[in-house]
């Protein structure tokens, strides 16, 4: 279905693009030779040519921009290319073939400038271009949703260390105890005394005797 839509919109676009051409050089090119004649300009009667160049512009930009079927610029640079190469073969009769004297919204339609100044080939093979994009040719993949992995990350214990929510347990902590609360007493094995801050295992224990005393 895309490649048709693209033939269509190829087959729309090309007469429309030769149309606009046709009404902004002409337009564009006796508003400029005018003033070069009189040495005197008015920029606003510019403007009628420059938007009928820029409707030529986007609809050329759409056609070969868009990611659609190559098919549709492929058929609308053909058919821009088509007159100008017939005038390798028969040009009087090509040029012939194309109307002169047509007007439209009450200015003169010249239709033969584009062809005679070579705008129509040109911009055909740019269009052409397109069906040389071997990935235009292939149909645009559609984005897969990602796959949801079966850890929940909304439960709060997931990056919370799984913490008890208890109001009753107090965290962990890696703070010092409060200077009031004493520490606490290790008991030392075999009768040893117990020296502040040091270790139980720092002296050998007493000798051991059969009556249970230590020496």
């Given at each position: 279905m895309?490649h048709l839509?693209?033939?269509l919109?190829?087959i729309v676009?090309?007469?429309?693009?030769w149309?606009?051409?046709?009404l902004?050089?002409?337009?564009s090119?006796?508003?400029i030779?005018t003033?070069?004649?009189?040495?005197a300009?008015?920029?606003?009667r510019l403007?009628e040519?420059?938007?009928?160049?820029?409707a030529?512009?986007?609809?050329?930009?759409?056609l070969a921009?868009?990611?659609?079927?190559?098919?549709?610029?492929?058929?609308?640079?053909?058919?821009?290319?088509?007159p100008?190469?017939g005038?390798?073969i028969?040009?009087?009769?090509?040029r012939s073939?194309?109307?002169g004297?047509?007007?439209?919204?009450?200015?003169p339609?010249?239709?033969?400038?584009?062809?005679?100044n070579?705008?129509?080939?040109?911009?055909?093979?740019l269009?052409?271009?397109a069906?040389?994009?071997?990935?235009?040719?292939r149909r645009?993949p559609?984005?897969a949703?990602?796959?949801?992995?079966g850890?929940?990350?909304?439960?709060?214990?997931?990056?919370?260390?799984?913490l008890?929510?208890?109001p009753?347990?107090?965290?962990p902590?890696?703070?010092?105890?409060p200077?009031?609360?004493?520490a606490?007493?290790?008991?030392?094995?075999?009768?040893?005394?117990?020296?502040?801050?040091?270790?139980?295992?720092?002296?050998?224990p007493a000798?051991?005797r059969?009556?249970?005393?230590?020496?």
């Amino acid at each position: 279905m895309r490649h048709l839509w693209s033939l269509l919109a190829g087959i729309v676009a090309a007469p429309l693009v030769w149309i606009l051409l046709a009404l902004g050089q002409d337009g564009s090119t006796s508003t400029i030779t005018t003033w070069a004649d009189t040495s005197a300009f008015n920029t606003a009667r510019l403007i009628e040519p420059a938007v009928y160049l820029a409707a030529a512009g986007i609809a050329l930009g759409l056609l070969a921009t868009l990611r659609w079927s190559p098919l549709g610029p492929l058929l609308a640079g053909l058919l821009l290319m088509a007159p100008y190469v017939g005038m390798f073969i028969a040009p009087l009769r090509v040029r012939s073939a194309v109307p002169g004297g047509w007007r439209l919204f009450g200015d003169p339609l010249p239709l033969r400038l584009p062809l005679d100044n070579g705008t129509l080939f040109f911009l055909g093979l740019l269009l052409a271009m397109a069906a040389f994009s071997l990935q235009r040719w292939r149909r645009w993949p559609v984005a897969a949703a990602p796959a949801r992995s079966g850890v929940d990350d909304t439960d709060p214990d997931l990056f919370g260390g799984g913490l008890s929510t208890d109001p009753d347990t107090r965290p962990p902590t890696l703070a010092y105890p409060p200077a009031g609360v004493p520490a606490p007493r290790s008991e030392q094995p075999f009768g040893g005394t117990p020296t502040a801050g040091g270790s139980p295992w720092s002296s050998p224990p007493a000798p051991y005797r059969p009556d249970g005393k230590a020496e």
